[in-house]
């Protein structure tokens, strides 16, 4: 089943070309890549998925909604942007709280919380105000945040970037589990070697373009490659219009 | 929804130590008030340690210390001239010199020299105290030297310093009659009952403002306005908690603050309105000013929204508090000189389109009977918050409220 289907995407900032017409297309359960170097037109894209940014051309579908069926769309979707933070003066249970308060029509409120503590893994810590938080145990939280109401599409936004190993492998191993359970995961990355452990499918995003797509295994056969790393230096060759 | 938006900002906004800083201001202003309060009563009381060296010793000079020592400290009196000498440099008080030739000089040239010495306990205001009861002892010791001079020419009249009668029949300003008051006190009263509502005023702008300016410079910093927006919630209503949330903060503070101004103010002012006991103001009247209020809350806050879509980050928002807090101070200062009728007609557009004056002025209006211009600014206020929230909630559904460059690099395109 098709969950996400995005054709012909274009964005414009003013004279800035962030998006100049991408298309493609994601399935119920699995973990898709929008994976490019910085620059490339990730986070725009990933905003204009989660509602938060106007398109400027093409179209953008959600399990059937038009991205410009906003509250529809924001029922079933979990958005984590890149970097984010938290409220620093809230105890990171009160975070949760006030982000489970929104899903009006989650049945059990409790139950949600419960999931979302036990998705943050950070037990008592979670009645510390969240600005005694490590960076590792902010970016939990925020996961377990976007998780815990178990949203049908989740947008994460480079999720892992900026983390150690153990703490960004924790992440990982979160969304892996969470995607067996059936949720959809958009996530970006700038970090082609993660990628490999991560993701199922991966569009390849290079200055507003996709330049390739398909599944992991797949594009490895096609360039012959060891990882996605090598495959995007192949597709995008040696110039690089920067 | 929006009680869930309203909860998190004065959860967020209303922290512990912002709490504790501000309750300690409250208090360290009434306990100043209080000092004051105490210091001025001091004065009317208190006696003082006063030794007069009598080296005329004439009927004249016998007079003076008699008169004199009726401020003087019975305890202290009761010591011996050592002792007395000995506690005075350490409690502070006057030694007062009569030099030989008192009386004569006073019945030939009509002047008898006095000598003081002062001695002060410190520089603080307690301590100056004692020298005020000593002054007011040396001026009720003149007059009475003068009545005992008129009476041996043979002018016996008690009223002789005091030869006229004055009744202060009434005060009329603008049309209005006050009975029986001096001017003087009628303008204690007023500032009493009308520069307490301008500072309240003032502190509530300067600190809900600043709240919601900084919540949004939170916000974005966090990238907490993006998830914010996903969440589904109306924007409006991520706008109306915003305004609510902060102004409820505001409130709470201005109260805390408020209770400790009010001692403050109880120190300088206690005593007025007891003297000069009218009812101005009906139940109707404070509830208008407390309409008028409640308006221009509204109206900060929705301007420091506003200003808040502009911040980048927390850092920012700082910055942009800044304009916010003159606006509350121009007119609080034009208001407390001055009356807005006597204002120029420059500074009275100036003044009317600062939504902070109308319930800086509200008393006053109310007290003169203006209520169109108490109308106007009420309904100045109400156009004014309801459009900039339309304003905000437009701004809010557009991209810049994600893509806001913040309002340095708006200025730098606009005018670089
Ligand atoms: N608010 C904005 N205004 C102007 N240009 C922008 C804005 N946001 C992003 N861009 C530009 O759009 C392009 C894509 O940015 P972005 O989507 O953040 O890339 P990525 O997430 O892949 O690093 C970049 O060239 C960036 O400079
Ligand atoms: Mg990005």
Redesign the pocket.
């Known amino acids: 089943m098709v969950v996400v289907k995005v054709e012909n995407l274009q964005k414009n ?2 004279k ?1 070309k ?1 998006l100049r017409g991408i298309s493609f297309e994601c399935f119920e359960g699995e973990i898709f890549g929008l994976i ?10 990933l905003r204009i998925l989660s509602t938060i940014l106007s398109k400027s051309e093409g179209e953008v579908k959600i399990f059937d909604y038009d991205v410009s069926e906003k509250m529809k769309i924001k029922r079933i979707i979990s958005y984590l942007p ?1 970097d984010a933070g938290a409220y620093k003066n809230l105890k990171g249970i009160d975070y949760l709280k006030f982000f489970v308060n929104f899903f009006t029509d989650v049945q059990d409120k409790d139950k949600t919380l419960e999931y979302g503590i036990e998705l943050s893994s950070l037990g008592e810590r979670l009645n510390d105000k969240i600005e005694t938080y490590s960076k590792g145990m902010v970016r939990r939280l925020l996961i377990a945040r976007s998780l815990m109401i178990n949203p049908k599409l989740a947008i994460l ?1 480079e999720p892992t970037s900026g983390l150690d190993v153990i703490n960004a492998t924790q992440i990982r191993d979160i969304i892996k589990n969470k995607a067996k359970e059936g949720t959809t995961f958009i996530v ?1 990355s ?1 970090n082609m070697l993660e990628v490999d452990y991560l993701c199922d499918r991966i569009s390849l ?1 290079n200055n ?1 373009l996709i330049v390739e797509s398909g599944d992991i295994r797949g594009l490895k056969e096609k360039y012959r490659a060891q990882n996605i790393e090598e495959i995007f230096v192949k597709v995008v060759g040696v110039k690089n219009d920067f | 929804m929006i009680f869930n938006i309203i909860k998190k900002e004065v959860r967020e906004l209303l922290t512990r130590s912002t709490i504790i800083s501000l309750v300690f201001v409250s208090f360290m202003l009434g306990y100043i008030g209080n000092f004051v309060s105490k210091a001025e009563e001091g004065v009317s009381k208190k006696s003082a340690n006063i030794i007069v060296e009598d080296k005329d010793s004439t009927d004249l000079s016998h007079l003076f210390s008699s008169l004199l020592l009726k401020f003087s400290d019975k305890d202290f009196a009761n010591n011996s001239f050592n002792e007395r000498v000995e506690k005075l440099k350490k409690d502070g008080g006057a030694i007062v010199t009569l030099e030989k030739g008192f009386q004569d000089s006073i019945l030939k040239e009509g002047k008898g020299e006095v000598k003081i010495e002062w001695v002060l306990k410190g520089t603080g205001l307690y301590d100056f105290i004692s020298s005020d009861v000593i002054k007011n002892g040396l001026n009720y010791t003149k007059n009475e030297l003068i009545k005992y001079l008129l009476l041996r020419k043979g002018i016996k009249n008690e009223n002789i310093l005091e030869p006229l009668k004055i009744k202060n029949e009434n005060v009329e300003v603008k049309g209005k009659v006050f009975k029986s008051v001096d001017p003087k006190l009628l303008y204690s009263f007023l500032g009493k009952q009308t520069n307490f509502v301008p500072v309240i005023i003032m502190m509530l702008i300067i600190m809900s403002g600043g709240m919601i300016i900084s919540s949004m410079g939170m916000e974005k910093e966090n990238k907490t306005l993006e998830t914010l927006l996903t969440m589904p919630v109306e924007r409006r209503d991520i706008v109306l908690g915003k305004i609510i949330g902060g102004g409820l903060v505001g409130i709470i503070m201005a109260s805390i603050y408020m209770i400790g101004f009010y001692n403050y103010m109880k120190g300088f002012t206690g005593n007025i309105s007891s003297s000069f006991d009218i009812k101005v103001f009906s139940i109707l009247d404070y509830t208008l000013v407390g309409v008028s209020i409640f308006l221009s809350l509204l109206s900060g806050l929705s301007l420091c929204l506003l200003l808040g879509i502009f911040a980048k980050n927390y850092r920012s928002a700082q910055t942009l508090t800044m304009p916010v807090s003159i606006l509350a101070i121009i007119p609080f200062f034009l208001t407390m000189f001055k009356d807005f009728n006597s204002l120029s007609l420059p500074f009275k557009i100036v003044v009317f389109l600062i939504p902070f004056s109308h319930p800086m002025m509200a008393m006053k209006l109310i007290f003169f009977e203006q209520y169109r211009m108490l109308f106007y600014g009420i309904g100045y206020n109400l156009l004014f918050f309801v459009i900039l929230s339309i304003i905000i909630v437009k701004i809010f559904n557009t991209d810049y409220i994600i ?1 806001g ?1 913040g309002f340095e690099k708006l200025f730098k395109r606009r005018f670089f």
């Open positions: 900032f003013g800035v962030a490019g170097p910085n620059g490339a037109g990730k986070s725009t894209c890149e936004d970006s700038h995003i507003g | 893509t460059k």
